[in-house]
């Protein structure tokens, strides 16, 4: 699934694209065929990112929110396109390029209220725009009044908008602090930690374009050329990169979160 710097890295990259052109929107395989009418033709103005949730807004005031979930996906082709291949759910053809979404858990058009209905209901998300101090105090807030494991808040969109289990694993890998330990049991100093630690992977995601936690000199390869696992430390791994001890997963809020026992039994970090 598709983690917040993701979504950021596509919504620079879909503004970029289409920015200022009437965009030919349609849906190949039907479902989102209604929908598609209300916004086929109209200028596009601009595509933001909220936590794993995009929004294309039009100039009619109209937009369309995207959640790609586990299995959404983008295609981008040139413009005109090739016939669609598979269940396109929507198409948007610009001057030079157009872009097939097939997979995703919603796609729909919606107006300005129920955008800020679905975002009422999400944490900060550290990579949107606004000021880092205020939404690192609004999630500590819930941190520190939550008997439930830190494991299981920093998933929880409600908490912060944008970590998936990826961000997860390597999160509480690099500070080395147990995911098991409640949010009430974390002392300030330990949270400030994390949460830096948190906003420098999510920043370097977004720069690459895909979650790299791994240093130049740990893969010692370029960043940029790291694929796959290459690019993690702990998650999807077998043996812990720091005491070669073996990575286990454990199940937290309902996913497998990947760790070292030996390494990460902090409950304070400093
Ligand atoms: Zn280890």
Redesign the pocket.
């Given at each position: 699934m598709p983690e917040g710097h993701k979504t950021h890295f596509y919504a620079r990259e879909h503004t970029d694209w289409f920015s200022g052109q009437p965009l030919q929107v349609t849906s190949p395989q039907g479902r989102f065929r209604g929908d598609a009418r209300k916004v086929s033709g109209v200028v596009f103005d601009h595509c933001e990112a909220v936590g794993k949730h995009l929004f294309y807004h039009f100039e009619n005031d109209r937009m369309i929110h995207v959640h790609l979930g586990r299995y959404g996906k983008y295609r981008v082709h040139a413009a005109p396109p090739p016939p669609a291949v598979g269940a396109v759910r929507m198409r948007l053809v610009g001057q030079t390029r157009s872009l097939d979404l097939s997979g995703p858990t919603t796609c729909r058009v919606i107006d300005h209220e129920t955008r800020a209905k679905v975002i009422e209901k999400l944490g900060p998300d550290p990579l949107a725009d606004g000021s880092l101090a205020r939404k690192k105090a609004l999630v500590w807030d819930k941190v520190q009044s939550s008997k439930k494991p830190i494991g299981a808040l920093v998933l929880d969109q409600s908490v912060i908008a944008g970590v998936g289990n990826i961000f997860r694993a390597e999160l509480f890998f690099e500070t080395g602090i147990d995911p098991r330990t409640a949010g009430a049991a974390i002392d300030e100093t330990t949270f400030d930690t994390l949460w830096k630690s948190l906003i420098k992977m999510m920043r370097k995601g977004l720069k690459y374009g895909k979650i790299v936690t791994v240093t130049a000199k740990e893969a010692a390869a370029p960043l940029a050329t790291l694929e796959g696992r290459d690019r993690f430390r702990v998650y999807g791994k077998a043996t812990?990169p720091?005491?070669?001890?073996a990575i286990e997963t454990i199940e937290i809020a309902a996913r497998d979160l990947y760790w070292?026992p030996?390494?990460?039994a902090n409950v304070t970090v400093g």
């Open positions: 812990c720091r005491c070669q001890h070292c030996q390494c990460q």
